[in-house]
């Protein structure tokens, strides 16, 4: 049994979504929690009563749509991703994966067919982290990774704290932010946010896992020198040796795999005043590879040139690594339902491993799991310019449908 | 003749400024035009009447004290500094040079000595810069480099207007904001704010001209793509292309003079976030060499190599020179005089180029020019931790004092 989405309705849905909290520059400006995600909750809340779904909202905002199956004692598989953005970001990223799983549904419901087990389809709330830190946080708390309370207390730049904004739109739900039984299994459709799909000329990504990842904070402290009188021999400056470090975070991946990535994302100088020798130098690594034991390298590898070059410029210095996560090996099971679906349907699928996070890593923890990518032209992302043409954008959706629809077993 | 000012009462004026805006930290808390700086203002006025002196305060805000000559004909010899701090400067800094002037005129009246050219005392408005840009506004409108209008209309961080903050505090005077007359000379005395001094061991400097500078800001415009999912191979990485152009500041002036500084004392990265590559990072550049061809061939030297970054990381770029000042020379006979004052006294003198900006800076437009330069123990300055013992301290007042009594002829 093929399932084939009704394309039109497909594009037409994807473009009604992108209508909401659109953006002069063709992006979405849609924080989460914002009014904007509150009027895209309402429409998504209007389409997954119009496919006659029950709806549950849990008490973290999470939006769940089911479709019985016909066992009732049958695990439920869950499909969908997220409808917030960043500040500037793009129209596709999570709504292409939370439209497909609506357009499966509402393909299941046209042919008739009916799933041995049930399926579900969900919008989770601020997997974006722009306005309240972290990023994938409904599917954190939901999976209990995170705790409820601690993220309720969360406050964005204005002081308004989660709790207090979600019940203002209206989307604190009654049912508990928990699994409510065994899930049979998880999958997410996302763009890719980066450029291997494309270099590779392939229709659609497999995706068998996501890069274990490793963020840390570096202050160099210095001394604030007047820049006239104070002869290079006698400073002590901040941002000389972040400079260098930023340097060594740049260059250390060229030494170790394949697809590791090094990033310096902030720097904070001080007094950051343009005749002062800067006194104090925060800035961060991100390091990121698909085997754990390379991040465990890339970090060991950037103290040693952090320790370096404080002593060449006699600076003083401290570090906090703030988060490491493990890399995600995603479920065979899963990963091959998704390569038969590509296959069955005619796609040039390609095996690989998410550069990002996403929902799906927190729901790996939960069920067996894996994800979808879509092309990316150019590998943009998190900004306006990203763009997926809709050919691989349906490519992408049928994949998903197909491969839920097999682990939910047609009757 | 040999004029010796009263130590005990030169450390005790000096200590009785220092209370007023006094920090925890043993420095100053005196900026421009606020509370603090009317206090010391009124402060410094009841010493310039005691002392007998006619006042003007002009319409800028500078404080005049004139103790006439003998030659009514003459034209008189200027010495002062500034009485506004940094947000966190030392106690010495520019008040040193003001009570320094005061400390000379109280003398000559002990002693009832009379000169030829009146001498006039001076507390200039804004030299440091911190709320109001730029640094040595009062002498710069003075000196009719800056335009009064324009700086009036300046503000700062809160929007306040540097006008209605020097009416709120009540020093708009009615005095033209210009020399009412030609002037004999100008002579200023400040602590080094560099280890020049005292690396050679030196009692005290006789300043022979000021540093040119050339301040330029550049910006790189790479994009902003997620940490994750991007290869390293096909990023434009701004702050990656400013840590290189950074490290190349710091090490061109190694290949050029010994005197020459080059520091990058601003930087600011958008979007500034962890998992982001940065987009657009701007920083400064600060070049400084008694040689303005030598500041020239820095300036040349850093916009190669930003290029060359540029090319490298595959990012745009802009730059900005935001201003450049020719070194000063200061006039022989005023250097001269600095040089038989320190002697005469018996103090072991070095000539010394300043480089920072002072006063000084623009007032050798206006007249001959020199200034004395008091040890700055460790070079530290514009902070809390600036010290220069009271022994330096009275070494470098007694030498502007017998210079400046030497310019205006005692009779």
Not at 10 to 24: D, S
Not at 35 to 47: C, G, H, I, N, P
Request: charged residues 30%; proline residues 4%.
């Amino acid at each position: 049994m093929r399932l084939t989405l009704d394309r039109d309705r497909f594009v037409e849905t994807m473009k009604a979504q992108a209508q909401i909290g659109g953006t002069a520059g063709g992006g979405l400006h849609r924080l989460a929690l914002s009014d904007a995600d509150k009027q895209v909750r309402d429409w998504f809340l209007e389409q997954l009563e119009a496919a006659d779904l029950s709806v549950r909202i849990d008490e973290f905002g999470n939006m769940f749509g089911r479709r019985e199956g016909t066992d009732p004692n049958a695990a439920p598989v869950l499909i969908g991703s997220h409808l917030d953005s960043q500040p500037y970001g793009g129209i596709y990223d999570g709504p292409l994966g939370v439209i497909s799983a609506l357009e499966c549904i509402r393909t299941l419901d046209d042919e008739g067919i009916e799933t041995k087990h049930p399926i579900e389809i969900v919008n989770w709330t601020n997997e974006e982290g722009s306005r309240f830190q972290p990023a994938m946080q409904g599917s954190g708390v939901w999976a209990g990774v995170h705790d409820l309370d601690e993220e309720y207390a969360k406050t964005d730049t204005d002081g308004e704290t989660f709790e207090a904004e979600l019940e203002r739109i209206g989307y604190k739900g009654d049912h508990p932010a928990e699994p409510h039984e065994a899930y049979e299994a998880y999958l997410e459709l996302h763009v890719e946010q980066g450029p291997y799909l494309e270099r590779a000329g392939k229709d659609v990504g497999i995706v068998t896992g996501v890069v274990g990842f490793s963020w840390g904070e570096i202050t160099y402290h210095g001394e604030a020198d007047h820049s006239g009188p104070t002869p290079m021999d006698s400073r002590s400056d901040a941002l000389v040796a972040a400079a260098e470090t930023i340097g060594e975070i740049r260059a250390i991946p060229g030494e170790l795999g394949e697809r590791t990535v090094g990033t310096t994302g902030y720097i904070d100088a001080k007094p950051n005043s343009i005749n002062v020798i800067p006194e104090e130098v925060t800035f961060t690594w991100d390091f990121r590879d698909p085997e754990d034991e390379v991040v465990e390298r890339a970090v060991n590898r950037v103290l040693k040139e952090a320790e370096a070059a404080a002593e060449r410029e006699g600076v003083e210095w401290e570090y906090e690594e703030r988060m490491r996560a493990s890399s995600v090996e995603f479920a065979d099971r899963c990963v091959d339902a998704v390569e038969r679906a590509a296959a069955d349907l005619g796609y040039d699928g390609m095996r690989l491993v998410s550069g990002a996070g996403h929902d799906a890593t927190h729901m790996a923890e939960v069920c067996d799991t894996s994800m979808v990518f879509a092309v990316s032209e150019g590998g943009k992302s998190h900004n306006e310019a990203e763009y997926t043409s809709w050919d691989d954008c349906y490519a992408a959706a049928n994949t998903i449908a197909n491969a839920a629809v097999e682990l939910a077993e047609c009757e």
